[in-house]
């Protein structure tokens, strides 16, 4: 569970990151990266963490699986609450077919 809740933490930091500058448009091209990257470290100092750990219970590509999921759903409430944007129906049922790959990575065949 603390693999997850790092992961967690470290998507919040890493949507920011990528995405958050976009609602500051009009800001230069270099404060958006200086920023981006200073919130990226954050993100780094979550992540990092969380596969060392994550690693001792879950395979790699596991641990990826985690990581896309739960930037799918960060995702999405960033883009509603923050940016203000809505997730079209195509959107989610993308992001619904990627969730089922999860199926697959974690199936003991």
Do not use: D
């Amino acid at each position: 569970m603390i693999t997850i809740a790092l992961l967690a933490l470290s998507n919040i930091f890493m949507t920011f990151a990528w995405y958050g500058h976009l609602k500051y448009k009009h800001a230069p091209l270099w404060a958006a990266i200086l920023v981006s990257w200073l919130i990226a470290f954050a993100e780094y100092c979550f992540q990092v963490p969380a596969n060392r750990i994550g690693s001792q219970h879950f395979a790699t590509a596991q641990l990826k699986t985690i990581q896309e999921v739960i930037t799918l759903v960060v995702f999405c409430f960033f883009s509603i609450f923050y940016l203000k944007e809505g997730l079209k129906w195509n959107y989610l049922v993308g992001f619904a077919l990627m969730v089922c790959a999860v199926f697959f990575v974690f199936k003991k065949w």
